[in-house]
Each structure stands twice: as C-alpha cells, then as structure tokens.
C-alpha cells in the first residue's frame, strides 16, 4: 500500500525557534499534500494545501508567514513553524494524494512541545 | 451546525460485539466518504473509500451511505480488542486533490 512518512515523529524546542517537518510519500508520487494540525481529543484540523511548484493555500485563521510550505518535488513537502511558541505545541499530519487511487494516505504525525 | 457530525463517544463494546459508527453531513455537495481509524498519537489509516449509496464491504467492516439522508455509517463484526481505536469519518466534494472534511471522531473501546 501508499506510504507516507514524517519526520521527526516527534520533536521539543524552545520558544521563538523555528522547526522544520518532512513529509515523504514513499512509493508514489503526490502532486497535491496536505498539513493537519490535531489538538488532544480533537478532528484533524487543514490547515493548508499544497500543490508541487507552487505556492500552498491555506485555511482562514492560518498565518502563512508563520507555518511555510514548500512542496519542491512530487514526494516531499514540507512545513517550517517559525519563531514557535508554546500555543503551537500540537499533533501534525500530513498527508498526500495518490493519483493512481485518488485517495489520501496520511502519515504517522510530528509530536511538537514548544517550551 | 457543522458541516460533518459525529458522536465523540465514547463508545465501550464487549469483544465479539457488533459495531455501529455513524455521521451526518448538512451539505449535499459531498461525494465522495472515507472512514479512518486513528490509534493513539498516530496518524489516520484509511479504512474504507465509498462515492455512492449503498453498501461496501471489506473483511469484517461494512460501510453505508445514505445520501438522500445525508448519513453514512460504518460496521464492525466480531470486534476485537485491536479495534479499539478511535474512528473518523470524512468526506469531499469532489475526487483528486480535494481536502477531506473530517468529523471529530468516535473513540472506540472493545473490551475483551
């Protein structure tokens, strides 16, 4: 079946830096991925699209300077928090687009804490 | 209201039991359901892809969609401990590169 990886699956930083999530879909190609935001007890949350070679669309509510995707190939996207603060601590997913099944294979989610 | 309705449970089942999960939706634009299983600080499998009324079946679940109703529902038979997990349902308006609605999710416990 499609896989689709994250890394890290989890990661602790202080406030103010900036983290960088990887999200890799293994054994097809993904033109389109989409990031998720899940708080505890939660539904997912979209918080953007994003297409390969072009810029992302995000949700209402969600700062695009604050949360950048860059979907540079067909298998990887990723997603930079910058300068993080403990209100974005929270469960992120990604997930990519098969055009072959035309269904989307999630990944096993990035684990933030801001401090 | 919503666009996606689910009951977040939770729901506490004996093993063997029969399982019922449901959601309702408000807009008749979606086509296109999806039932997800999410364990516990994982990220959600895809369980059953349906874009029609009727039934589908896949090992022991079932799914249901009822448009003129706006409901879909999904069953287990003979549930197992590893169910317990918890279930999302979701939904789109159109097929490739659409994002998925999602409801809360129902949090399943089959107990043995």
């Known amino acids: 079946g499609a896989v689709v990886s994250q890394h890290p699956s989890w990661v602790i930083c202080k406030s103010g830096t900036s983290v960088k999530i990887e999200c890799r879909s293994l054994?097809?190609?993904?033109?389109?991925m989409f990031w998720y935001r899940q708080f505890p007890k939660q539904s997912l949350m979209l918080m953007a699209t994003?297409?390969?070679?072009?810029?992302?669309?995000?949700e209402q509510g969600v700062e695009k300077d604050k949360f950048l995707i860059n979907h540079a190939s067909l298998t990887l996207s990723t997603l930079t928090v910058t300068s993080a603060h403990p209100e974005d601590s929270s469960f992120y997913i990604c997930?990519?687009?098969?055009?072959?099944?035309?269904?989307?294979?999630f990944g096993p989610g990035t684990r933030l804490t801001v401090l | 209201q919503k666009e996606v309705e689910q009951d977040p449970g939770p729901l506490s089942v004996p093993e063997g039991a029969i399982v019922s999960l449901n959601c309702t939706y408000s807009n008749s634009a979606f086509q296109y359901f999806m039932w997800y299983r999410q364990y516990s600080r994982k990220g959600p499998e895809l369980l059953m892809y349906t874009y029609s009324s009727g039934n589908k079946e896949d090992g022991r679940f079932t799914a249901q969609v009822d448009k003129s109703s706006k409901y879909i529902s999904l069953f287990i038979r003979d549930s197992q401990p590893s169910d317990s997990a918890t279930y999302l349902c979701a939904m789109r308006k159109g097929s490739g590169n659409t994002p998925l609605v999602f409801g809360k999710g129902t949090r399943l416990s089959v107990i043995a």
């Open positions: 994003s297409n390969e070679g072009s810029k992302a669309t995000y």
């Open positions: 997930s990519a687009e098969s055009k072959l099944t035309d269904t989307q294979y």
């Open positions: 054994d097809f190609q993904a033109t389109t």
